[in-house]
């Protein structure tokens, strides 16, 4: 059958991914960024592809690293990535900009078993590290990503502690440039030791923006999670963003049946959300200092 598509991106998966000819290419959605589309081929598979016009590579590059990692722990339904890069990297050349193209994953449907999503998620933070980085104890990822637009460095560290406050609350507080955020989080920051006494931290591997946007039942069974900021964390970070995800008790009697709550973790949890706090002030502004402000307050005077 004759191909339906003139995109270099689907003579690339017709030359690489033994599907036969790309029969249809349906426009999906558009972010701020990027277009999605739906790829169908005459052998059935179907291919979910995003491209942004203008873009290097550099954002699909995370994306597609963090997924990868996801999906190797199994724990969970996530987009096998086949291939991301610059268009013009393709033989047939495709402008400026860049893509990724993954499996297609037909969302919804399916019972929203939120247990089952507890279980799971405490299974991915418990697999064992692929990369040989976070094997030997150490905390980041290969890449830097971005949070929601701003961006996250993720240059390895040796320890948990000085990775939260160099790599996460730092940059945050200072993107800011409101002194009394500041001056409050420079005294968090300077006594941040003390919220992780007796805690032994090991770099398990976090979705890193996980709220309800970016999570779905998969028709057939199962959750599925995307749109990852990854990197290899504390597993109590992963719950920075619990204000917006929707998590019920039979969610977190899922995930602690598994990985229990260790001693201190509400205070923990409030130093997590504050760097989404944080960072929802600096993208959006408004009603999120008070959030910053009221939780930085309520940490400074415990320490
Ligand atoms: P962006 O990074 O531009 O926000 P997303 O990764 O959030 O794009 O994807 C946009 C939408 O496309 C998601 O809300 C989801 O419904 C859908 N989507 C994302 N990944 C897949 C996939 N692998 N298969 C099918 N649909 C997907």
């Known amino acids: 059958m004759a191909s339906k598509s003139d995109s270099p991106i689907a003579r690339w ?10 029969t249809k290419e349906s426009f999906m959605s558009s972010s701020s960024w990027s277009n999605a589309y739906r790829y169908d081929t005459d052998s059935g598979q179907r291919f979910f592809v995003k491209e942004a016009k203008g873009q290097d590579g550099t ?13 190797d722990t199994q724990a969970l339904r996530i987009p096998k990535v086949y291939h991301h890069g ?8 495709g402008g400026n900009g860049s893509f990724i193209i993954m499996e297609y ?7 929203a078993d939120m247990g089952e999503l507890g279980r799971c998620m405490a299974r991915m933070h418990q697999a064992q590290p692929v990369d040989e980085n976070a094997r030997a104890g150490k ?23 000085p990775f939260f406050r160099e790599r996460r609350l730092k ?14 989080g420079k005294h968090l920051c300077d006594n941040l030791d003390k919220f992780f006494e007796g805690l032994e931290v090991k770099p398990c591997l976090l979705h890193g923006d996980l709220w309800s946007g970016n999570l779905s039942t998969v028709k057939g069974g199962g959750w599925a ?16 963003m619990s204000w917006c995800g929707g998590f019920n ?6 995930y602690h049946e598994i990985l229990p709550a260790a001693p201190g973790s509400k205070d923990r949890h409030s130093i997590y959300t504050l760097y989404h706090y944080l960072n929802h002030y600096n993208l959006f502004g408004g009603g999120y200092y008070s959030s910053a402000a009221g939780i930085l307050s309520e940490l400074t005077n415990k320490c």
């Not at 954002?59 to 999906?71: D, I, W």
């Not at 994953?105 to 019972?111: D, I, K, N, S, T």
């Not at 637009?149 to 040796?158: A, I, L, R, V, Y």
Request: aromatic fraction near 12%; charge should be negative.
């Open 249 to 254: 008790g039979a969610f977190w009697d899922g």
């Open 171 to 184: 940059p945050q507080l200072k993107r800011t440039n409101d002194a009394r955020l500041q001056q409050m």
């Open 59 to 71: 954002m699909f590059k995370g994306e597609a690293l963090g997924l990868q990692a996801m999906y």
């Open 139 to 161: 905390f980041g990822f290969p890449v830097d990503n971005t949070i929601g637009g701003t961006p996250q460095h993720n240059g390895w560290m040796d320890e948990w502690v």
């Open 86 to 93: 610059e268009l013009s990297s393709l033989p047939e050349g």
């Open 13 to 22: 998966i017709e030359a690489n991914l033994d599907c036969g000819k790309v």
């Open 225 to 240: 999670i995307l749109d990852p900021a990854t990197y290899y964390g504390h597993h109590e970070a992963e719950w920075g």
């Open 105 to 111: 994953v037909e969302f919804g449907g399916g019972r």
